[in-house]
């Protein structure tokens, strides 16, 4: 086996990520070659003396560093300047005669639509009368009988 390739098992069987099928081929190669048995010595030193140096993290130390960070400030609202009170009202000012315009600009073109349909129909009648009178041709009517004096007939029941 490649001198790479089991220092890569060992890294592995160290951080705990190696399989556990692989672990037998580890350990006979272990067994064969001598440098990498020094490197597996050398990490499991270096493992026990990290757990042997690990303390518990203080409990105090949390409320240490919270209280050595300065509170940020944050901003006021309150305390709203004349500058920034014009700010707001020419702003609102603007914003309600846009609205106004917008609704007077609506409503004209509202009255325009209208205006625009109705030249339009009148644009369709003339267009009719004239292609009657280029044509020499009239529309079609109907001849219905008016009757005015109706008749009446009731049948008499006895």
Known sequence: MVNDELR?????????????NKEPVLFTALAIDIDAREYFKNLHVLQALVNASTESFPGDLEEKIFASVNPVKTKSYTQINFRNRMFHIVSIAAAAILFIACSLLFLDVKDYKTKIATITEQ????????????????????????????????????
């Not at 890569?8 to 556990?20: P, R």
């Open 8 to 20: 890569n098992m060992v890294d592995l069987y160290f951080d705990g990520e190696l399989e556990k």
């Open 123 to 158: 644009a369709k009648e003339q267009n009719e009368i004239m292609n009657l009178v280029l044509n020499n041709s009239l529309p079609e009517f109907v001849i219905s009988p008016d009757t005015k004096n109706e008749i009446i007939v009731r049948a008499k029941l006895q």
